[in-house]
């Protein structure tokens, strides 16, 4: 399925095929596509790249696609990468957390921080952060895939 290119993101670099390698939902994803463009937000005289994925409904395409700065998107695979490092690890704790301790990380970014910590503000925490963890281990296969092959592209980038 084409990508729209009369909406107002604009595709520059796409992958139409998503769909076929959406995870556990490939063959069966609404999420049918992925682009590099312009920005749907720009402003006049100031053009932005973003990122967006775009679900089709069966019938149009969907307003639950989405549309993020490349910038968060890398924040995103910061954010992916440092939970999973911290689930690995957590079977130390009793509840898989620290009560007392809920800071995971502070990731240094443009002259401050990225403060990564367990949420503590949601009331089902203790059971959800089990969850999670049993969700980020049955996702592993794919996820592991993905940043083994992220890590392989940024090494012969020089990054």
Known sequence: MKIPTT????????VENYEQVDG???YQSDAKGLSLGLAQWNDRGRVEVSAKVWRYT??????????LPL?????LAILICRAKQYMAESYRYPK????????IDRIGLQGDA??????????????DIKLFGQALSEEDEFLSERLHTLSRMLREAGY
């Open 7 to 14: 909406l107002k993101h604009k595709p520059v670099i796409t």
């Open 24 to 26: 556990h939902k490939a």
């Open 58 to 67: 069966g019938e149009k395409w969907s307003r639950q696609s989405e549309e």
């Open 71 to 75: 910038h968060r998107v890398l924040d």
């Open 96 to 103: 898989l957390y620290d009560p007392q301790q809920p800071q």
């Open 114 to 127: 990225m403060t990564v910590a367990v949420c503590r503000d949601n009331p089902m925490i203790d059971e």
